[in-house]
């Protein structure tokens, strides 16, 4: 069922010279987040709750381009908020491949399920027709389109199932993760915890058997959906990088924000992260902390992983024990404090800006006098 995510030749190449080198940390994908504005307002996004100030940063091209130097990743992701809506978006990707049709360039659309559900999670009518028109359109481009559905509670699983058929006939392949719980998210009520995402994906898992969904994850990622598998994260996996600046400790955890890749990697505090050590890790199962914990297991235990895929994930039998919660350290809530530094750095910027700006236009009749 999953595509093997060593597939890529280049990045089975990457984690085999990461582990010759003996590294013991590496970024997998980086995800570049160039904005946070965004077109809609799901009920369980974490993105887009800031101040206006904030949501109208962009990432430079520079800043964009030098981040993907500085990180080194064999892969980008650029999520956000809505990418497209940064005018300079197409300078961007250019800079990093090729804005056309390519083997290395893909769209990932946001679909949460069928037209019903998705346009509930968007909080908006008409969403799903839209996005499917411009899969299409994509498509008969020549672009490569997958899609990215966040599953929360209270998804039936069988409606579930006849999403993945319809992207299967669609012709894409699905990337999935169950939502996490974001603390500035406007609806806490639905998000999964552990034991039901596994029940869950067990459900669904059975369903597709012979079914031929393609999802864009490992088999061993799929597997610990499933309850298979007792992973830690690896939170600087898929390293973020966005107008705060880069982000500890992963895409989904603002802990604080730091100007340089190098000091993300030398000065976070990564054992103090993850499930069973930091209260908002307790229920995370999403992919951008476990795909690349998966990606190294797959490289440690070829022939398991080759299992996985061959046969899909185990959908009955025990389960993998869960990480105890009862040494993890409470949650602390930084987002306030770091609103504001932004805030006060964005007007500081802004008001030596406008006086640049006055001492030009000051000078301006004295040269034209002269
Ligand atoms: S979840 Fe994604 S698409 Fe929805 S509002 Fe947030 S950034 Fe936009
Ligand atoms: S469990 Fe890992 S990936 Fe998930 S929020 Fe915590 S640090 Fe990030």
Same mark, same amino acid.
């Given at each position: 069922?999953? =595509?093997?995510?060593?597939?890529?030749?280049?990045?089975?190449?990457?984690?085999?010279?990461?582990?010759?080198? +003996?590294?013991?940390?590496?970024?997998?994908?980086?995800?570049?987040?160039?904005?946070?504005?965004?077109?809609?307002?799901?009920? +369980?996004?974490?993105?887009? !709750?800031?101040?206006?100030?904030?949501?109208?940063?962009?990432?430079?091209?520079?800043?964009?381009? *030098?981040?993907?130097?500085?990180?080194?990743?064999?892969?980008?992701?650029? &999520?956000?908020?809505?990418?497209?809506?940064?005018?300079? $978006? +197409?300078?961007?990707?250019?800079? $990093?491949?090729?804005?056309?049709?390519? &083997?290395?360039?893909?769209?990932?659309?946001?679909?949460?399920?069928?037209?019903?559900?998705? !346009?509930?999670?968007?909080?908006?009518?008409?969403?799903?027709?839209? /996005?499917?028109?411009? =899969?299409?359109?994509?498509?008969?481009?020549?672009? =490569?389109?997958?899609?990215?559905?966040?599953?929360?509670?209270?998804?039936? &699983?069988?409606?579930?199932?006849?999403?993945?058929?319809?992207?299967?006939?669609?012709?894409?392949?699905?990337?999935?993760?169950? +939502?996490?719980?974001? @603390?500035?998210?406007?609806?806490?009520?639905?998000?999964? #915890?552990?034991?039901?995402?596994?029940?869950?994906?067990? !459900? $669904?898992?059975?369903?597709?058997?012979?079914?031929?969904?393609?999802?864009?994850?490992?088999?061993?990622?799929? *597997?610990?959906?499933?309850? #298979?598998?007792?992973?830690?994260?690896?939170?600087?996996?898929?390293?973020?990088? #966005?107008?705060?600046?880069?982000?500890?400790?992963?895409?989904?955890?603002?802990?604080?924000?730091?100007?340089?890749?190098?000091?993300?990697?030398?000065?976070?505090?990564? *054992?103090?992260?993850?499930?069973?050590?930091?209260?908002?890790?307790?229920?995370?199962?999403?992919?951008?902390?476990?795909?690349?914990? %998966?990606?190294?297991?797959?490289?440690?235990?070829?022939?398991?992983?080759?299992?996985?895929?061959?046969?899909?994930?185990?959908?009955?039998?025990?389960?993998?024990?869960? =990480?105890?919660?009862?040494?993890?350290?409470?949650?602390?809530?930084?987002?306030? !404090?770091?609103?504001?530094?932004?805030?006060?750095?964005?007007?500081?910027? @802004?008001?030596?800006?406008? /006086? #640049?700006?006055? /001492? %030009?236009?000051?000078?301006?009749?004295?040269?034209? /006098?002269?």
């Amino acid at each position: 069922m999953g =595509i093997p995510f060593l597939k890529e030749m280049r990045i089975g190449a990457y984690l085999l010279k990461q582990k010759l080198l +003996g590294r013991e940390r590496y970024p997998l994908v980086l995800m570049l987040e160039p904005l946070f504005r965004c077109n809609l307002a799901c009920f +369980g996004c974490g993105k887009i !709750d800031y101040p206006d100030a904030i949501l109208n940063r962009r990432l430079s091209v520079k800043e964009c381009l *030098d981040a993907v130097d500085e990180c080194g990743a064999p892969m980008v992701a650029i &999520p956000g908020g809505e990418p497209l809506i940064h005018k300079e $978006i +197409g300078e961007i990707v250019k800079g $990093i491949v090729v804005f056309e049709p390519s &083997p290395y360039l893909f769209f990932s659309v946001h679909l949460d399920g069928l037209k019903d559900h998705h !346009d509930k999670s968007v909080c908006q009518e008409g969403v799903f027709e839209r /996005a499917v028109s411009a =899969i299409k359109a994509a498509k008969a481009k020549g672009f =490569i389109v997958n899609v990215n559905a966040t599953i929360y509670d209270g998804h039936p &699983p069988q409606d579930i199932a006849a999403f993945l058929d319809f992207a299967r006939d669609l012709g894409v392949g699905v990337s999935i993760s169950p +939502g996490y719980a974001y @603390e500035r998210a406007p609806d806490q009520e639905h998000f999964l #915890n552990r034991r039901k995402t596994k029940e869950l994906f067990r !459900d $669904i898992f059975a369903r597709g058997q012979g079914k031929q969904w393609t999802f864009v994850h490992s088999a061993l990622f799929l *597997d610990f959906l499933a309850g #298979n598998q007792t992973y830690h994260c690896t939170p600087w996996g898929m390293p973020t990088r #966005n107008v705060f600046g880069w982000q500890k400790p992963c895409y989904l955890l603002g802990e604080g924000y730091v100007p340089t890749f190098k000091e993300l990697m030398e000065t976070t505090d990564w *054992d103090s992260y993850g499930t069973g050590r930091y209260e908002k890790c307790a229920n995370c199962m999403a992919h951008c902390g476990y795909e690349p914990t %998966a990606a190294h297991a797959t490289l440690q235990q070829p022939l398991q992983a080759l299992r996985a895929w061959l046969r899909g994930p185990r959908t009955d039998g025990e389960m993998a024990p869960e =990480i105890a919660l009862d040494a993890q350290r409470p949650a602390q809530y930084v987002y306030s !404090d770091q609103v504001q530094r932004k805030l006060s750095e964005i007007r500081t910027a @802004e008001a030596a800006e406008r /006086a #640049n700006k006055a /001492a %030009a236009n000051s000078r301006v009749p004295m040269e034209a /006098a002269e």
